[in-house]
């Protein structure tokens, strides 16, 4: 009996493991293509220290195709090329393909509270729910008048920091500069950067050696400094978050406020007050270097064709004029305007990589195993080349790399100029703010200011070259524009 015992359980140890070893080997040659890497580094020294990896990218896919598979030591990495392949996985099967990147260090800074980095689940969820309900398209048109407010005075900033270098005959400086370390200064613009890059720094690969020993995790703080820091932080940055909230919930009255009205609609979701300090927080940074990146590649835009500009200051002047400043009422009569926010947010997406998203279960694709925890990365932006999403030949024609706002205008068929095509008046026509149910929550609030800003910068602005910075802008006129301005 003993002995039957024991030949059956190495019998069927064996059966086990030869059925572990050939669907294991089954697995991994159903896996996309991609280049092959060392054992147990996998791809790490091709890709793991590059910066920049939309560049590296690009030598894969005119090698590999839409989709392509890396081995990160071990970590399942999967970079999508395409917009069908992007769409069919990150939109259709949004359902599985929504969680994010886990990290320890994160984890102890907060990430469970940060929207646009927390792991797929409830509190993801309840923060969604939040952020949705005041930054969706409807309730976005009430911040509009804010907007306004803000596209002016930000015109009327470039116009006092040009003048100011000029005074000086030097470039205009950036005022925002990332740190490394936590640093919360009197600047609340800087210091949500900071925060921001706190973050990004702490979920690099190799920054911390937590990420690959996740048993160091139960070290005490006395000996982990790494947990100690990322554990002050955290208390720094609620605090931070806190102050601002209730600050905002405080002044902010007069104005439509979205601090006021996640604290409004705080009982009907069922979020926290903790929750909401955060959410507003993470709101503000993840809307503050995308939306300034986004403008300054639109400044960049004019520099290069002065054409471009001088078709979108025409239609500004026919429509709008010189005695007032631009409004949303113009929205409508203003399609090139439009279509630049759109061509600027195609032609040079502020995030080219997205966020990466991550698979919750084993997926087939077109014969290709994608296995659960792949980190599957949507290559919004490559250099010049045939695939991409947001520069594919065969949706955008073979001028994909070039800022020309026209591909989304047609000739008005009243004879006035241009119009924007139908299918564009609801549709983005580029994948920028990403993909399905973690797509930006903040798309609307960002078109409705890039358009503000963008109209009001022509409207009261020539940008151009000049000898001592690389973008520059003047004044364009009259005194009446100058009051306005005031
Ligand atoms: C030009 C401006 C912006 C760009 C290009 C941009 C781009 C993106 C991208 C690519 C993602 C990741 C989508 C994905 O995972 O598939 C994202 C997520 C997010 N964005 Fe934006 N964004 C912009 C402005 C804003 C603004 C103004 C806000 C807030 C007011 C905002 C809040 C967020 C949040 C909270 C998330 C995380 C959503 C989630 O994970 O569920 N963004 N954005």
Known sequence: MGTIFIFSSIVGASLLLIRTVVVGAWNRRALPPGPRGLPILGNVLQFGMSQSLWFTFDKLQSKYGPIVYLNMAGKDIVVLNTKAVATELLDRRSAIYSNRPASIVTRHLGSELLLSIAQYGKSWQTLRRAGHAVLNARISTEYQPLQIEEAIIFAHGLIEKILDAARQNQAPTHEIRPSDKLHITSDPLQTLCNIAHRFTNAIYPGAHLVEFMPILDRLPTSIAKWKREAQRDFQCISYTFENYFNDAVKNDQRQASVCVKLADGQE???????????????????????????????????????????????????????????????????????????????????????????????????????????????????????????????????????????????????????????????????????????????????????????????????????????????????????????
């Open 268 to 486: 009907a979701i069922g979020s926290t007050d903790f929750e909401n300090t955060w959410l507003a927080g993470s709101l503000s940074v993840a809307a503050l270097e995308t939306t300034s990146t986004t403008l300054s590649f639109f400044l960049y835009a004019m520099t290069l064709h002065p054409e471009v500009q001088r078709e979108a200051q025409l239609e500004i002047d026919r429509v709008v004029g010189r005695s007032r400043n631009p409004t949303f009422a113009d929205m409508k009569h203003l399609p090139y305007v439009r279509a630049i926010v759109k061509e600027v947010l195609r032609w040079q997406p502020a995030i080219p990589l997205a966020v990466p998203h991550v698979l919750m279960e084993d997926d087939w694709y077109e014969g290709y195993l994608i296995p659960k925890d792949t980190i599957v990365i949507a290559n919004i932006w490559q250099v010049p080349s045939i695939l991409s999403i947001n520069r594919d030949k065969e949706i955008y024609g073979p001028d994909a790399d070039e800022f020309r706002p026209e591909r989304f205008l047609r000739q008005s068929e009243r004879g006035l100029g241009f119009e924007l095509r139908p299918e564009f008046e609801n549709e983005d026509g580029h994948h920028t703010y990403g993909f399905g149910r973690r797509i930006c929550v903040g798309r609307h609030l960002a078109d409705n200011a890039l358009f503000i800003d963008i109209c009001t910068i022509l409207w009261a602005l020539r940008i151009e070259h000049t000898a001592f910075t690389d973008v520059a802008a003047t004044t364009k006129q009259d005194s009446s524009m100058k009051d306005i301005l005031k």
